[in-house]
Nanobody, 125 residues
Framework: EVQLQAFGGGLVRPGGSLRLSCAAS????????IAWFGQAPGKEREGVSC????????FYDDSVKGRFTISRDNAKNTVYLQMDRLTPEDTATYYC??????????????????WGKGTQVTVSS
């Protein structure tokens, strides 16, 4: 059974950091591109970052450039999103998603093959 489990969210003060993880089971990540999406309350789900299966980072949303870092560890079948210098505007539920492809789709593409259940990130003082 294919599963994606995202975890690592929580409550953090502005300026703080979190590292989200997305663990895959039932398949290997080697042939997949991996993306993180964020969905703030009352808003649509939006692409945050995506990494190709050759470790090339395809994009970061402008709002997170220089603060977030996406990475993957195929040996551990896990994807990470390091989130630094968090602001209240980063508050959202974050989802990891995979697509069987060599390269990432366009940002905000929601037709991914697999989705994790999401992990809540709340940035508040």
């Amino acid at each position: 059974e294919v599963q994606l489990q995202a975890f690592g969210g929580g409550l953090v003060r502005p300026g703080g950091s979190l590292r989200l993880s997305c663990a895959a089971s039932g398949f290997t990540l080697d042939d997949y591109v991996i993306a993180w999406f964020g969905q703030a309350p009352g808003k649509e789900r939006e692409g945050v970052s995506c990494i190709n299966n050759d470790d090339e980072v395809r994009f970061y949303d402008d709002s997170v450039k220089g603060r977030f870092t996406i990475s993957r560890d195929n040996a551990k079948n896990t994807v990470y999103l390091q989130m630094d210098r968090l602001t209240p505007e980063d508050t959202a539920t974050y989802y990891c998603a995979l697509m069987y492809s060599l390269v990432c789709p366009l940002p905000n593409y929601l037709g991914m093959d697999y989705w994790g259940k999401g992990t809540q990130v709340t940035v508040s003082s």
